[in-house]
T-cell receptor, first 116, second 113 residues
Framework: DTAVSQTPKYLVTQMGNDKSIKCEQN?????MYWYKQDSKKFLKIMFS???????INETVPNRFSPKSPDKAHLNLHINSLELGDSAVYFC???????????????FGEGSRLTVL | KNQVEQSPQSLIILEGKNCTLQ??????????LRWYKQDTGRGPVSLTI?????NTKSNGRYTATLDADTKQSSLHITASQLSDSASYIC????????????FGSGTRLSIRP
């Protein structure tokens, strides 16, 4: 009954390959996110989708392409992987707007990507 | 300079002791400030959420405080347990853009038996 689940948990691949990370949430939230956590442990927003619509697209290379088939899923596809893409990628979801602002964020367990 | 700075970067204390983690932010205005706990190899989990008008919020042995005048927040952990070993991340939600959540880099806390 995991609230936000992402797969795979670990991904080791060669430079130049294309890979995808999948994310699903069963909380009924209307907003989903992709974050990248680098070696210094900063969490940085990459993309945010609200009801399948892209609302945040931070400055990430266009090799990264999010896809939201429905509001419970947000997948991340990465083309032509580079060494610097190695990181932990977290999916998260929330209700977009509550009385106190953005709803509480629920994170997945993370997907550790290692590019060799 | 990050808009959310945390200190110390890392901290080691003995089991049973108390500790306080600091968060200084420049984000203004903001709608709420949050503390998350991230266990090694796991995703962050919410501990407390405070609106800009709240001064304190407790969650068991965790107590967060907020001083909007000095733009500081602290997370106090009492009677630490081995399971408290984790990274603690301060997060600020700007009022202007609820989706552009700003994370601190976290404090790595280690509890020794």
């Amino acid at each position: 009954d995991t609230a936000v689940s992402q797969t795979p948990k670990y991904l080791v691949t060669q430079m130049g390959n294309d890979k995808s990370i999948k994310c699903e949430q069963n909380l009924g939230h209307d907003t989903m996110y992709w974050y990248k956590q680098d070696s210094k442990k900063f969490l940085k927003i990459m993309f945010s989708y609200n009801n399948k619509e892209l609302i945040i697209n931070e400055t990430v290379p266009n090799r990264f392409s999010p896809k939201s088939p429905d509001k419970a899923h947000l997948n991340l596809h990465i083309n032509s992987l580079e060494l610097g893409d190695s990181a932990v990628y977290f999916c998260a979801s929330s209700q977009q707007r509550t009385r106190t602002g953005a709803g509480e964020l629920f994170f997945g367990e993370g997907s550790r990507l290692t590019v060799l | 300079k990050n808009q959310v700075e945390q200190s110390p970067q890392s901290l080691i204390i003995l089991e049973g002791k108390n500790c306080t983690l600091q968060c200084n932010y420049t984000v203004s205005p903001f709608s709420n400030l949050r503390w998350y706990k991230q266990d090694t190899g796991r995703g962050p989990v919410s501990l407390t959420i405070m609106t800009f008008s709240e001064n304190t919020k407790s969650n068991g042995r965790y107590t967060a405080t907020l001083d909007a005048d000095t733009k500081q927040s602290s997370l106090h952990i009492t009677a630490s347990q081995l399971s408290d070993s984790a990274s603690y991340i301060c997060v600020v939600i700007p009022y202007s853009s609820a989706s552009k959540i700003i994370f601190g880099s976290g404090t790595r806390l280690s509890i020794r038996p």
